[in-house]
C-alpha cells in the first residue's frame, strides 16, 4: 500500500455490517440480526477518503446523540433498542455519542466507569444494527455552571467573572465566565489537589481510551466538542486569530492524542477545531498530531445563533465552513466529517447544508436526535429532534454511498424529483491498482424516499440486489468507471452488463 494510506486502525465499524448485509427485502422486512458477521478486517485512510480493509471507501451519514444534564446517559433519556431499529431502517450507519466530563470524573481523580459501562452498553445496541459510534467530549459555554453543560464544576474556574445568559454561540461571545473559565484550562490553571485542570482533563482521557480500546463498534474520540477561543472568539472568527489561540489549541491536540495513545493505539482521533470554525473561519488546528486523525467540524451560522435557528442568510457562512475543511484536507491528506449540523426545525435548511456537503463529498453528523436539548441555538429544543420531530426524516433519510469499491465521483440527490445520481471509478482510492469486476458498491435507498419502490440505471455494473433499502452494484469486466441513477417508481432497470 502506498505512503498516502495512513496508518490501518482496527474498527468493528459499519463497514463490516454493510459489507455483510443481505439482499434487502420488502420494505421492512430487514432482520437487523444479521447486519453483523464476522470481522472483514481494519479500516484507514487514504487522503481524504476513509476506507475499510478490502480498500473501499466509507461514507457516514449520522446523528448526534445528547443528554446535557445529569445522569448525562442516553439510556436514562429513553434512548434504546426502538431507536437503534429506526437509525437502522432509516439508512443511517453512525452515532456520535455525546460523553461528558462531569460524568466521566465527578470528582478529582474519581473516574465513574459505571457511566462508562452505561455508554459502552449503548455503543453496543448500535453496533449490533451495523451502527458504529464516535465518542465525543461535548462542553456548551464550558460547563452548567455558566448555562452550559461539559466539565465538571471543580474544573470550571472564572474567577468571580460574571456569568451571561446566551446559547453556545451567543455565550461565546457575550459570557466573561465562559472565557476566564476556558483561559484558566488552556493555562492549567491548579485545581483541587494543587493540580492543573488541563492536566487532570489529559488524565481522564488517557482513563477514557484505556476503557474503550478495543471495544465493538467505537470508530473515533472527539477529544473536544468546539474548543473555546475564551476572549478572541471575534478576532478568530475574522480569521485573525492571535498566536496564543491557534498555539494553544495545536497544542490541546498534540497532547490529547498523545494521552489517549498511551492506553489505545489504533482508534482514530477526531479533533475538531476552534469554536470560531463552527461558524465559517479557519480551523486554527495545524498539521494532524497523529496518523490516524480525522477533522470533525461542526457547520453551523452566527446569524441564525441570534435568530433561533433559522437558515436564512447562512449559505455563505455554511459554504465557508465547507470549504475551509475541504482545504485543511486536502492539504493534510485527513478526512473530513461533518460532526453538526441543524440545530433546526426547518427543513429547508437542512436541505441546504446537506447539498453543500454532497458537493464537497463529506459524510455529516446531523444535531440532534434527543429533545430537550437546554443548550442549543434553535428556538424550540424539539423541533431540532429526530425523535420528537420525525418530519426530519423526510430530510436526513436520503440516498448515499455508503461503501465504494473504487474512488467516489460525484454524488447528488434531488429531494423534489428524489432522482440520485453516483458515478465512480473502480480504482482504489489506496493508489494500488483497481477492483476486480464484480465488486460491490452499496448505496443507502431508504423507503422513505421511494416508497413506491425504485428503478436504476447503471453504466459499468450491474444491480445484483432486491428491491428494498439498499442497492448494490457490481462492476463489469473491464469498466473503469461505473455510474447509477436510481429513480422513483417501478419499471425495467437498464443494465450495463
Not at 489561540?245 to 482514530?268: E, F, H, K
Not at 449540523?341 to 437542512?350: K, M, N, V, Y
Not at 441546504?352 to 424550540?380: C, K, M
Not at 491498482?433 to 421511494?450: N, S
Amino acid at each position: 500500500m502506498k505512503p498516502a494510506v495512513r496508518s490501518a486502525v482496527i474498527l468493528s465499524a459499519f463497514a463490516i455490517a454493510l459489507a455483510a448485509t443481505p439482499g434487502a427485502g420488502p420494505a421492512g422486512a430487514q432482520d437487523f440480526t444479521e447486519l453483523r458477521k464476522p470481522a472483514a478486517g481494519s479500516v484507514g485512510h487514504a487522503g481524504k477518503w476513509m476506507v475499510d480493509g478490502a480498500g473501499r471507501v466509507v461514507i457516514l451519514h449520522g446523528e448526534n446523540v445528547a443528554v446535557k444534564r445529569a445522569p448525562y446517559r442516553p439510556s436514562a433519556a429513553g434512548f434504546g433498542d426502538p431507536d437503534a431499529d429506526l437509525l437502522a431502517r432509516e439508512g443511517f450507519n453512525a452515532a456520535r455519542i455525546a460523553v461528558f466530563w462531569a460524568a466521566v470524573e465527578p470528582e478529582p481523580g474519581q473516574y465513574d466507569d459505571g457511566y462508562l459501562a452505561d455508554i459502552a452498553g449503548t455503543v453496543a445496541m448500535l453496533n449490533s444494527r451495523g451502527i458504529s459510534t464516535v465518542l465525543e467530549l461535548h462542553q456548551d459555554l464550558w460547563s452548567a455552571k455558566y448555562g452550559g453543560s461539559g466539565a465538571p464544576d471543580w474544573a470550571s474556574i472564572e474567577d468571580g467573572f460574571p456569568t451571561v445568559p446566551g446559547n453556545p454561540a451567543t455565550g461565546a461571545i457575550t459570557n466573561p465566565a465562559y472565557w476566564q473559565a476556558s483561559e484558566n484550562f488552556y493555562n492549567n490553571r491548579q485545581g483541587p489537589g494543587g493540580v492543573g485542570i488541563r492536566d487532570r482533563f489529559l488524565a481522564m482521557w488517557r482513563h477514557m481510551a484505556g476503557y474503550f480500546s478495543g471495544v465493538g463498534g467505537v470508530i473515533g474520540y472527539g477529544p473536544l466538542n468546539q474548543p473555546p477561543a475564551g476572549s478572541a472568539f471575534l478576532p478568530c472568527l475574522a480569521n485573525a486569530c492571535p498566536p496564543v489561540a491557534a498555539d494553544r489549541i495545536q497544542a490541546l491536540g498534540r497532547d490529547v492524542s498523545s494521552a489517549i495513545r498511551d492506553n489505545d493505539p489504533a482508534t482514530p482521533i477526531w479533533l475538531g477545531g476552534l469554536i470560531t470554525s463552527s461558524f465559517g473561519a479557519s480551523p486554527q488546528l495545524g498539521p494532524p498530531p497523529d496518523p490516524n486523525t480525522v477533522y470533525g467540524f461542526n457547520s453551523y451560522c452566527v446569524v441564525a445563533a441570534f435568530a433561533g435557528g433559522t437558515g436564512v442568510g447562512c449559505g455563505p457562512q455554511w459554504e465557508s465552513g465547507a470549504a475551509q475543511a475541504q482545504g485543511y484536507s486536502d492539504a493534510t491528506q485527513t478526512p473530513a466529517v461533518v460532526t453538526e449540523f441543524g440545530a433546526t426545525g426547518a427543513h429547508d435548511a437542512l436541505n441546504e447544508n446537506i447539498a453543500i456537503f454532497d458537493n464537497r463529498q463529506v459524510g455529516w453528523f446531523h444535531w440532534t436526535y434527543l429533545g430537550g436539548d437546554p443548550a442549543t441555538v434553535s428556538a424550540d429544543p424539539d423541533a431540532q429532534a429526530v425523535s420528537v420531530n420525525p418530519s426530519l426524516l423526510d430530510v436526513l433519510a436520503r440516498p448515499y454511498p455508503q461503501l465504494t469499491s473504487g474512488t467516489p465521483g460525484p454524488w447528488r440527490f434531488d429531494p423534489g424529483t428524489k432522482q440520485f445520481d453516483y458515478s465512480w471509478s473502480t480504482a482504489r482510492a489506496t493508489g494500488d491498482g483497481g477492483f476486480p469486476a464484480g465488486a460491490q458498491t452499496l448505496i443507502a435507498t431508504p423507503d422513505r424516499q421511494y416508497p413506491g419502490g425504485y428503478h436504476v440505471q447503471v453504466a459499468g455494473g450491474r444491480r445484483v440486489s432486491e428491491p428494498g433499502g439498499q442497492l448494490r452494484i457490481e462492476s463489469c469486466p473491464g469498466a473503469g468507471q461505473v455510474s447509477v441513477t436510481v429513480q422513483a417508481g417501478t419499471g425495467p432497470d437498464n443494465q450495463g452488463c
